[in-house]
């Protein structure tokens, strides 16, 4: 179904690699983060709980069941937790994001799906009392 959608293929994956070389602590926690989500499931899959299905798959109902549950709840509070983040910057802070800098020689302004980076800068314009709070709390951390 993929190939029917993306039709065209340069089949140029060589520049691919450069991202991981630049963000492989991203990728070497995404991996932990990955496992620790799963590696339960692979424990419980090798007990008597365990239920072989058409000879392939391998399921322990009452375990997995508890499991996706908890998955949606997590997934859930992390989307709720990031978005009043997100959302709630102006009214917490008292201050508005004029620009954002991703390197040192470029600003734009904000885009709705921007993210911010580790090393990325934010122009902010408000109450010089508030911008002055924020620059301490962020010099702070």
């Given at each position: 179904m993929i190939k029917r959608?993306?039709?065209?293929?340069?089949?140029r994956y060589?520049?691919?690699?450069?991202y991981f070389k630049k963000y492989w602590?991203?990728?070497?926690?995404?991996?932990?983060?990955?496992?620790?989500?799963?590696v339960?499931?692979?424990?419980?899959?090798?007990?008597?709980?365990?239920?072989?299905?058409?000879s392939s798959f391998v399921c322990a109902?009452?375990?997995?069941?508890?499991s996706c549950i908890a998955m949606f709840t997590n997934i859930s509070a992390t989307v709720i937790l990031i978005s009043r983040l997100e959302m709630n910057f102006r009214d917490k802070y008292k201050l508005n994001v004029i620009a954002?800098?991703?390197?040192?020689?470029?600003?734009n302004l904000p885009a709705a799906d921007d993210v911010?980076?580790?090393?990325?800068?934010?122009?902010?314009?408000?109450p010089k009392d508030a911008i002055d709070q924020f620059e301490e709390l962020m010099n702070s951390k």
């Open positions: 959608y993306f039709k065209k293929n340069s089949g060589r520049p691919l690699l450069a602590m991203l990728i070497v926690t995404n991996f932990f983060y990955i496992l620790g989500l799963y339960h499931n692979f424990v419980f899959w090798t007990t008597d709980l365990k239920m072989v299905v058409a109902p009452s375990y997995d069941l508890a954002i800098a991703h390197s040192k020689s470029e600003m911010l980076g580790l090393h990325d800068s934010i122009l902010v314009a408000g």
